[in-house]
């Protein structure tokens, strides 16, 4: 198999694909957003527990941020409270830069179907970003291995242990869980759906 990396925020859905797929790389970007500790702590647990290689990258966008991440109120064309305007094109540009210091040529995103709520967390807007870096110096592939796939139905069939996926982070406005924010909710959802109820 090309070697691949793995977009890995430290969320539900990236600490699935780390357990399943075992990428060669794995790269965790704080760009500002209010939880960027707490996605890097649960990140580096997975890396260390699967033995991946582990880049972090910090760059401060935060003042380009809007709502629940960047803790500001939502900008009007906001389509949900944790709206960062144009953060997947950000990230995967950033990747995609790692990804060439490392003479790898394929980035995974853990994109699910629930994040269509956000343009960029669609199939179409994945294809487009795909085409563009194809178009660039290294020829770099983005993959969306579980895009069809609900957060629950991909940690079914990753088979990821409840040890690794509890190390997850999915607060969006604090390196601790809020427990009320969007993130925190689907968490608790998601694991009570596996069968772990006391979440």
């Known amino acids: 198999m090309t070697p691949c990396a793995l977009l890995l925020s430290g969320g539900m859905d990236s600490t699935a694909l780390a ?5 060669d790389l794995a790269i965790t970007i704080d760009y500002g957003q209010q939880s960027a500790r707490g996605e ?6 997975v890396c260390d527990a699967l033995n991946i ?6 760059i401060d ?11 500001t109120n939502p900008h009007p064309v906001a389509p949900v409270s944790e709206w960062w305007p144009f953060r997947n094109q950000l990230l995967i540009t950033l ?5 060439l ?24 807007f994945f ?7 194809r178009l660039q110096e290294g020829e770099i592939d983005v993959e969306t ?3 069809d796939k609900t957060s629950v139905s991909l940690c079914r069939e990753s088979k990821v242990p409840f040890e690794i996926l509890a190390w997850s982070h999915s607060c969006h406005v604090s390196d601790l869980a809020c427990g009320m924010c969007r993130g925190c909710m689907k968490h608790r959802a998601t694991m009570r759906e596996l069968g772990h109820d006391e979440y």
Do not use: M
Not at 53 to 58: D, I, L, N, W
């Open 61 to 71: 966008c935060r003042s380009l941020g809007s709502g629940d991440l960047a803790g």
């Open 40 to 45: 890097f702590r649960a990140a580096s647990a």
């Open 19 to 23: 357990w399943s797929i075992r990428p």
């Open 127 to 133: 294809e487009a970003i795909r085409g563009l870096l």
């Open 145 to 147: 291995p579980a895009i």
């Open 101 to 124: 210091q490392e003479y790898i040529s394929r980035i995974l995103i853990g994109a699910v179907s629930t994040d269509n709520t956000h343009a960029d967390g669609r199939a179409e």
């Open 53 to 58: 290689k582990h880049r972090f990258v910090e």
């Open 95 to 99: 990747a995609a830069s790692v990804a």
